[in-house]
């Protein structure tokens, strides 16, 4: 297996492999199926935005001709308020009244604890107006720790300065500890933390909901 990657822009046909990624590191770094039955309600409510309605600030990792790691992002939450809301949930939901998805109890609790969430506060906050941008970035498992997250992060960066946007943030946890330490290298800051319980029937630590952000 070759060390050697680039980062090129993403193409529509890496929407499976970034899809298989993302599927395969959505539990904290390993695969969803710990916590969801089926992967795909996870990547049509979650990833298909991006792929989808803003893929020109989308970039993949490619070594041996496959996509080993992505960033994703957009620049205008509003646009991706309203997408979400007229697009993407309703076309989730339709595909849940088809029967399209497998629902089992791990994602009715998975579903239940993040309603929760919402309402006893967990979420953190961010300032919109200082960090308008957002991004989420994942590396295949088998290729972390030799700098690819880090290099899309810095180009996608480099991207926002391009384009104007004054700043950036990100939602995470403190059980990503790579990946933190990753944002914390290159001058990401700690905006605010909060305790989640949504964990707790499934992960043995205690776990905080973190926002990082950077102004540009």
Same mark, same amino acid.
């Given at each position: ?14 929407? +499976?492999?970034? /899809?298989?990624?993302?599927? +395969? ?43 080993? &790691?992505? %960033?994703?992002?957009?620049? +205008? ?36 604890? #993040?309603?929760?969430? /919402? ?29 690819? &997250? ?14 104007? #946007? ?15 330490? #990753? ?14 319980? #949504? ?13 990082? &952000?950077?102004? %540009?």
């Amino acid at each position: 297996m070759s060390t050697r990657w680039h980062i090129r822009p993403y193409y529509p046909n890496d929407r +499976d492999a970034l /899809f298989r990624i993302a599927g +395969d590191t959505a539990f904290f770094g390993n695969p969803i199926e710990a916590y969801m039955e089926d992967r795909r309600l996870f990547l049509d409510a979650f990833y298909a935005y991006y792929t989808d309605y803003e893929s020109e600030h989308a970039w993949v990792a490619v070594a041996d001709g496959k996509v080993i &790691g992505f %960033l994703v992002g957009n620049l +205008d939450p509003k646009k991706y308020r309203r997408t979400m809301a007229h697009k993407i949930i309703p076309a989730v939901i339709k595909r849940l009244g088809q029967g399209e998805y497998k629902i089992g109890p791990k994602t009715r609790r998975y579903l239940r604890e #993040v309603a929760l969430a /919402f309402i006893r506060g967990e979420i953190p906050k961010v300032d919109e107006m200082l960090y308008p941008s957002h991004l989420h970035l994942n590396v295949d498992a088998q290729r972390r720790g030799l700098g690819i &997250g880090k290099e899309l992060l810095m180009g996608y960066l480099n991207h926002l300065r391009c384009l104007g #946007v004054p700043g950036v943030h990100l939602q995470t946890t403190n059980l990503n500890r790579a990946a933190c330490h #990753v944002y914390e290298s290159l001058g990401f800051s700690l905006l605010e933390a909060r305790k989640t319980r #949504v964990w707790e029937w499934i992960v043995n630590e205690k776990v905080e909901n973190r926002c990082y &952000g950077m102004r %540009l």
